[in-house]
């Protein structure tokens, strides 16, 4: 090859592709708004990445799977932990965690209640962009795994049967509604929300205890009530609630078929 | 030295390596938060320590590239530099403007966008830099009207980079749109104007050193950065996963991103070839060791390393893990920073007027071997963290902090060998400002034994 040939390989090469790669370019433009769903950025998901950027939040975590190794990924942390949660959480994270315990702890920031609002907003926005399906797995921000429970190797999505109890299981791992990441189903292992390791019994007992005042009359019934309304009987418990309220997310009402519900409610009488 | 103003360079080396050798605290500090409990937490949180770690990296190898040219650039177009004056001016202005951006990241002031975090007065002050800095190479070589390929790719590559810095200017409010045109200034760095950089400093520096042909090795360098900006400006896409852009970029990323090496490897037979041809007889061994060290690591740091994790199925479960750590590091370790450790090697002896064998001192071959070996073994540490995270926290399903304790034991690792680097690097610099200036000594002609056209 001549000095001219390398040349002109350079010069087309760098040309064509560059070419190809801006036409993609504008044809990503054209499905931007379908994809990460442009509508619902309100004032609020803007004010909210603001607050993102401002706080540096990306030099320890990683949104999308992008930012620094620090600390734990935020993707899909609405449909994980909640609002509720999220908001007592930011307020003073050394609430939740130790730093002796997990050798690393979230710096309590000078949030303001709006800003909070704001970047759970945004976070929610995040959460919903079509990510053609990562994670393959929830990843959690912790539990699950310590010996005794069942997630080691469980499939993350499909279910083994149609049988509603394993149709329940399956739903229970998956995110959302995610579940798992803040209920283990280990004997003492207390997440963010209380274990379930028996549930089916601690919710016979429940029904029977004179603080309860609720609406349901047997465990199963009891256990459906906690779902669709967290905050008809409130456990005690430093992470599961604040001020009187659960932490637990309230809206699964609306986004569970009742179908699920059912299959959730099957799969948690079968802990006892 | 035969260019009075080719010494413009020293000046910007000094600040290039006072900042590397800054840059080893932070990092120093990062693992030992990795490490934790962090008792300085509430003064200096792990997220102000990396943003800085990762700023200054990006200043002081721009600071080194950009004396690399004005060291080159008089050289290869034969001329005296257009005004020192201005340079000078240059170097002052950009030094200001990193030094406040670490400044500002100490008191919190932050754009917040990952190895973007420069405020945005911060970001205007750099592109004027970068707009000094054209404006003067530009004249040099409009006065002498004469331009070699070798000075071309990397004035080119440099102007590439100032271009490519605008889209860091721009802000959307669609996330996803905003990390997309990051990636142009990120990406189109470091895996394409960066590389042309690289490159044409390694076609200098062989010609100098081996005395290879010109004609030769210009031509190939040409299939060099054709190949670079082949596979990597498509190769863009391996940062389009998961992050809610149209699916055919997983494709094209996997595809892509899998020729990228290509580039590198053309660069590891480039330099084979050329040191093969015409021998490595050159008395500056130092300098030999540090541009064959760079051809090498960047072969695996940021080809091997990158086509490790780079396709879409493997991606999908190590995105976000360690593992882009281990690549991270020894990529811009290999390509960059030894490339510019390379050119300053190089020059210091013609700039300090010494002969070129003088320049083999027993510091200077620790401070070479104990950065190679800190090197791979923190990327060895990061790998196993890595390798370790992916399969607890992604496949398994184990909680994000279980996982974090339960690879303590590779942090353990990351600390030693980053001290070993580390003390590479104060060995480096003490080489620099101590031993040599020692023989300082009126610049002297071009000495007789180098080969002054090869």
């Known amino acids: 090859m001549t000095k001219r040939q390398t040349r002109a390989f350079f010069y087309a090469g760098t040309g064509v592709f560059g070419a190809i790669f801006i036409a993609l370019t504008i044809d990503s433009h054209r499905q931007f708004p379908t994809l990460t769903h442009s509508d619902r950025i309100t004032p609020a998901v803007i004010a909210g990445k603001h607050v993102w950027h401002r706080q540096n939040c990306v030099n320890c975590h990683t949104l999308l799977g992008e930012g620094a190794y620090f600390a734990p990924d935020l993707t899909k942390i609405t449909q994980q932990r909640g609002a509720a949660y999220l908001k007592a959480f930011l307020k003073d994270p050394s609430k939740f965690y130790s730093e002796e315990r997990d050798r690393r702890l979230m710096p309590t920031l000078a949030l303001s209640d709006r800003e909070i609002d704001e970047l759970i907003a945004f976070l929610d926005w995040v959460g919903r962009i079509d990510t053609q399906g990562w994670p393959p797995r929830p990843i959690l921000v912790t539990g699950a795994a310590i010996p005794g429970t069942e997630a080691v190797g469980a499939p993350p999505r499909a279910a083994a049967s149609s049988d509603p109890v394993a149709l329940g299981e399956a739903l229970f791992r998956r995110t959302p509604p995610g579940c798992s990441a803040c209920h283990s189903t280990a004997p003492g292992v207390n997440v963010v929300g209380p274990s379930l390791a028996n549930a089916a019994t601690v919710a016979a007992q429940r029904v029977e205890s004179p603080d309860y005042h609720g609406k349901a009359t047997d465990a199963a019934g009891y256990l459906r009530e906690s779902i669709l309304d967290p905050n008809a009987y409130v456990v005690q418990g430093p992470t599961f609630s604040s001020g009187g309220r659960s932490l637990m997310p309230s809206d699964f009402a609306q986004t569970l078929e009742p179908r699920q519900v059912d299959e959730l409610v099957a799969y948690l009488m079968t802990l006892r | ?151 071309g790719v990397l004035v080119a590559g440099l102007a590439g980079a100032a271009v490519l810095y605008l889209p860091a200017l721009l802000e959307f409010d669609n996330y996803t749109v905003s990390i997309f045109y990051r990636w142009w200034t990120v990406h189109l760095w470091v895996e394409g104007v960066w590389e042309m950089i690289q490159g044409g400093l390694l076609a200098y520096l062989l010609i100098r050193l081996s005395g290879a042909d010109r004609e030769v090795m210009e031509k190939w360098l040409y299939v060099i950065v054709g190949l670079t900006f082949i596979s990597g400006i498509l190769g863009t896409a391996h940062h389009y ?38 021998g490595l007889a050159h008395p500056n061994r130092m300098a030999v060791h540090w541009t064959i060290g760079s051809v090498i690591y960047s072969a695996f740091g940021a080809g091997i390393l990158g086509l490790a994790h780079t396709w879409p199925s493997v991606n999908r479960w190590t995105h976000g893990t360690m593992i882009t750590a281990m690549h991270g590091h020894m990529a811009f370790f290999g390509a960059y920073v030894m490339i510019v450790l390379a050119v300053v090697t190089y020059a210091a002896p013609i700039l300090f007027g010494r002969p070129h064998e003088e320049h083999e001192t027993a510091i200077g071959l620790w401070a070479f071997w104990l950065q190679i070996a800190g090197m791979f073994g923190m990327t060895m540490a990061f790998a196993t963290a890595g390798i370790s995270q992916t399969y607890l926290e992604r496949i398994i399903g184990l909680g994000y902090l279980e996982t974090q304790q339960k690879i303590q034991v590779h942090f353990l690792m990351l600390l030693a060998t980053g001290i070993l680097f580390a003390a590479g690097v104060a060995l480096y610099i003490y080489d620099f400002f101590f031993l040599v200036p020692r023989g300082h000594r009126e610049p002297t002609p071009w000495p007789a034994a180098e080969p002054v056209e090869a």
Do not use: C
């Open chain 2, 1 to 151: 030295m035969r260019y009075r103003t080719q010494a413009v360079a020293y000046p910007y080396w000094v600040v290039a390596l006072l900042l590397y050798g800054l840059q080893m605290v932070f990092g120093l500090l990062a693992i030992v938060k990795y490490l934790g409990p962090d008792p300085i937490r509430a003064v200096l949180p792990f997220d102000v320590s990396k943003a800085i770690h990762t700023n200054l990296l990006i200043v002081w190898v721009l600071t080194g590239f950009m004396g690399a040219a004005y060291w080159l650039v008089p050289e290869e177009s034969r001329t005296e530099l257009y005004s020192p004056r201005l340079a000078y001016w240059q170097l002052g202005l950009f030094t200001a403007a990193g030094v406040t951006a670490v400044v500002g990241y100490l008191f919190r002031w932050t754009a917040g966008n990952k190895l973007l975090e420069q405020p945005y007065p911060v970001k205007l002050a750099i592109v004027v830099v970068m707009l000094m800095f054209l404006y003067n190479v530009g004249m040099t070589i409009w006065r002498a009207r004469r331009l070699t390929t070798t000075e």
């Open chain 2, 241 to 278: 996963f998961w992050i809610g852009v149209p699916a055919y970029w997983l494709p094209i990323g996997g595809i892509f991103s899998a020729l990228e090496p290509l580039a590198f490897l053309a660069m590891a037979v480039y330099a084979y070839a050329a040191t093969r041809r015409s």
